[in-house]
Structures are given as structure tokens and as C-alpha cells.
């Protein structure tokens, strides 16, 4: 101690009292207080960032994450089949193309029985992702990974509900490697045994975010053994985001698509029960452009549920197609709305008037009111959200 009193001070000979030692000594005690509580903070600092990087156990992933894991089951009315997929929000959640397919009001049922409807925003076949609507808040989601921080040999989870049983499964894995695309980690390739069914489920990182969507096989043949592939946010990101912005699509019952979930299908619906028999053919027809079908289909072809035809219904009633501007009140206030600039006049105008030969009311649809080439894009914003369109 009279070292470190020399170093404050002048040195032990220096002919300090005893009082202005024990007053050295009390500042020097101070100090070491000092000293010892910020080497606590510093501690404690460390123990926080570890805890956010902390290496869970698959079996503590599981248990963790499972609530935001759901499996997806399609095809209520005929071809039932069941996936896998992961809430990204409350109500927003993520899953594979090829696991709803057509089904446009898949049910999500999670591990412990619970069963949400639920309604797809977008889908798309190239990125093989679709993304889901719920109403009713899902009690948990996941968060995305960073995909710089991630090596190769990194220890892997993947979360799903996998053939024969379509049963919760946890299956741990290794990253393998990386499928690189412009600078940019689209994918994962990695061992867990994954299977059929756990397609559109997660794939998580040793502290439970999301690397990425389980979607394929690597062919054994050309790997020597089954691994998987995971498509990452920086592939499937860009429409993700785009999709969570859009409106549900229509949804059909097991007897197809009903009256009121097409607007377009309602006016042509509405038109043929006032005895317009060109617009019971358009809609008819009208499945060929967008997805309708069940009611719409049914009531266009018996001409507003008056006859059983297999006529076109201008021909059962000798009626007239509308094809010039003055022949019809309805197309002629879409027509004038079309040449106003209005996109959605236009689209509906271009749904009505297909099907007829040489009609002038189809040439102004078709070319957005003369503002485009003709019939190379969609007008306005109803028609692409129905079909699906990027």
C-alpha cells in the first residue's frame, strides 16, 4: 500500500501525516469502488450481447418457436393436401406456391389443434413462396435472420410438419453452403431431414430467426445425399413486401367462385338478369380472363337461369351483340370513362366486349382509351390484382 500512497502522493518518505495518508487512502479506496463496478457493467454488457446471440438447443427451438409454425392443409373440397408455413406478423403469413397450389382459402391448424382461416394475398410460381392473410391475430411470429453473420458449418433447424404423419417435427441440421446470385445469398443448401410437408416451413438459425423458406431436394443423385434447399429474404424479400399490400383474392366455396366476390362478374351477372343476353355470353366467357367460375359460370350459361343452352344466349333470344358506342347504356358509360383516363372502366370494358368481333367498344378497352398499344397491358388496378398479376 505505501507504493500505490507513493504514487498518489510524493512517495512513502515524503513526510505526509497520518491524516493526509488516511485521506489518500480513502480516495484510493474510492476509486478501486469505481474500478470494480465498471468491470460489473462491462460484465453485465457482455452477458446481454451473448444472450441475443445465444445457441439454443433444437429441442429449445422448438419449444420456443413453435406457436409461429402452422401446418397448411388445401384443397378442402377435393385433393387435400397439407404443408407447412410461418407467421412473419400477426396476420401475415409465409408459405410455398406448390403447397396451395390453386386453393385460394387454405386453413392453417397449428400444434395444438387451433385452426385459422386464411386467404392468400400473392403467389408466385417462379419463387415458389405465397403469401397469406389472416383476420384473426396469430399469437406469435418469427424475425429474419442476418444473412452476413451466418458461415458455413453454422448448426440449422427446421421447423415443419413433415410426411407420413404431417405431425410438429424439429429436425436439426448443418449449413452446407450458400446459393449465390449477384453478390447476393439467395439460398441455403443444408442436411436436416426435412421431408414432404415440411415444404413452405422455416428454416432457423442456432438463435431461432429465420434463414430461410424450406422449398426443395437436392437431387441425390448429383449430391450423393438428400439435402435440402431454403430460399432467403434477398430472394424472396421484394414480393413478400409486395404481397403484404395487397388485397385478398377472391375466394370460391367447394361449388366454385359465388356471386359477390368479382365485381366485374357481378355487373355482367346483374346486366344478364335484366335480359341482356350478350352480357349472360360475356360472362360465361369470362373465366377465360380471370378466376371465377362456380355460380358466375352456371348463371351465364343458362342465360340468367332461364334455359338450358348450349347456345350462345344472343342466338337463344335473337338478340343483338353490342358492338358501336350508342348500343348499349352500360358499355357507353364505361366507353366515355375508358376515353377519361379511368384504367378500371377500361379493364371492365375490355371483359364485357372480348368476345365480340370487330367491336369498336373492345378497340378504346384495349388500347386504355387509345393510350397504349393495343391489348399488351392491363389499364387500371382491379383486373391484375383478381388474376395475380406482378
Known sequence: MCLVVAVALTGCGSGASPEELEEALGRIEEFE?????????EAESALIDS???????PAAIGARFSDAVWRVETGACADYATGSGFAVSETIVVTNQHVVQGDLAPLLVSRDGRRVAARVLDSSMELDVAVLYVDEPLNAHLEWADLDALREGDPVVSLGYPAPYNEFAVSPGTLLSFIV???????????ESSDYGSSGGPLLSADGR???????????????????????YDRLGDFIEQAERAQPKSVSTCDGFVYGT????????????????????SLFNLDLHLPVGGEYIDFGATCGDRVETDRYCVEEFGTMNPLQYGDDPF??????ACLGADGDACDTLWMATAQFENAAYFDVAATCGGTEDFDVVWCGDIVPELIGDP
Not at 469502488?33 to 457493467?41: C, K, S, W
Not at 444472450?51 to 438447443?57: F, H, P
Not at 446470385?181 to 442436411?191: H, K, P, T, Y
Not at 362478374?265 to 335480359?275: I, K, N, P, T
Open 33 to 41: 469502488e469505481v474500478l470494480d463496478r465498471i468491470e460489473e457493467l
Open 51 to 57: 444472450n441475443d446471440l445465444v445457441e439454443l438447443t
Open 181 to 191: 446470385e449477384d453478390g447476393s445469398r439467395i439460398g441455403v443448401v443444408s442436411d
Open 210 to 232: 429465420i434463414i430461410g423458406v424450406v422449398t426443395e431436394f437436392v437431387d441425390a443423385e448429383l449430391s450423393g445425399q438428400t439435402n435440402g434447399q431454403s430460399y432467403t
Open 262 to 281: 368479382n365485381e366485374i362478374a357481378d355487373s355482367l351477372w346483374g346486366l344478364c338478369a335484366d335480359e341482356r343476353y350478350w352480357a349472360c355470353d
Open 331 to 336: 358499355l357507353d358509360d364505361f366507353h366515355d
